[in-house]
């Protein structure tokens, strides 16, 4: 927030073409110089009285926003599915972001990272983060991606990067693959990004704004009052994560044959049909 104020002055005397200051007034935030008598009272002449000498406020806020949404989602045929994810930042304050930063965790719904998903709750990175989609002058490119991203010991998408800016009303996309084994017992699978940005700039994320990503592919369709969009991301419900739905067949589990399948069958048939006895 920065605050300014005039000063103005006049004199009462002959013109001499100098400031003698003879009557003084410092501005008041607004259009009325006397808009009242400093107590709830009717203006009265005085523009000093009470909190009349108000300096005139602006506010320049910084604002990250993120989106996130499946692109797709495919069944491999081996038990396990690939999804693509798109996220778009993009900056909705008044200021230039800087140290731009993107982390997802990706532990929380699809559980343990493996070179080959191959058993249940298990997930591999396939690919990206990659970097597209640069709009508005932002100079974020693949250069803050990281390679070594995998959602639990490096959440890391989008890294702090010298010289890599996101202006005001600039955007940017990050697209990523994950190729999961499901757990039986989960069919929606919730996942959310959260992006940051700094107003200085020192390579380090400080985080003087941030966001988590809303379901979708923009991160301010509204007010949360079924209004306009009003630069706040964070209205209402415009932070609902991502959701991705499986449904997964007893066949789908590997670790159970033709022969297995059939044995649970019959012993949930059986839990059934002691239940009804009971």
């Not at 909705?92 to 993107?102: F, K, Q, T, Y």
């Not at 994320?205 to 007010?223: F, I, K, R």
Request: proline fraction near 8%; aromatic fraction near 4%.
């Amino acid at each position: 927030v920065y605050y300014n104020q005039a000063r103005a002055t006049g004199d009462e005397g002959i013109e001499d073409g100098v400031a003698d200051e003879d009557t003084v007034d410092l501005s008041d935030d607004g259009t009325d110089p006397d808009p009242g008598d400093g107590n709830d009272g009717p203006p009265n002449g005085d523009p000093g009285d009470g909190d009349e000498d108000d300096p005139t406020p602006i506010v320049l806020d910084s604002q990250i926003g993120v989106a996130k949404r499946a692109v797709s989602l495919a069944d491999n045929n081996d038990g396990t599915w690939t999804v693509e994810y798109s996220i778009l930042v993009a900056n909705l304050g008044a200021l230039r972001l800087s140290d731009i930063r993107v982390t997802d965790n990706l532990t929380t719904e699809f559980g343990s990272p493996a070179a080959v998903p191959d058993a249940p709750g298990e997930y591999a990175v396939v690919s990206g983060p990659t970097v597209s989609g640069q709009l508005g002058g932002t100079t974020v490119s693949q250069a803050s991606a990281n390679a070594g991203y995998d959602g639990a010991a490096d959440q890391v998408l989008i890294a702090p990067t010298i010289s890599e800016y996101l202006p005001v009303g600039s955007v940017f996309a990050i697209s990523l693959s994950v190729r999961f084994f499901p757990d039986p017992a989960v069919t929606v699978y919730l996942n959310q990004a959260r992006a940051t940005g700094d107003v200085g700039e020192d390579g380090v994320a400080d985080e003087d704004t941030v966001d988590l990503s809303d379901d979708g592919t923009d991160p301010d369709p509204g007010d949360g009052n079924d209004g306009p969009p009003n630069g706040d991301p964070g209205d209402g419900d415009e932070d609902d994560p991502t959701e991705v739905e499986v449904l997964v067949s007893l066949e789908a589990i590997p670790t159970l044959d033709e022969w297995g399948v059939a044995v649970m069958i019959l012993l949930l048939a059986g839990t059934a049909i002691r239940r009804l006895m009971v």
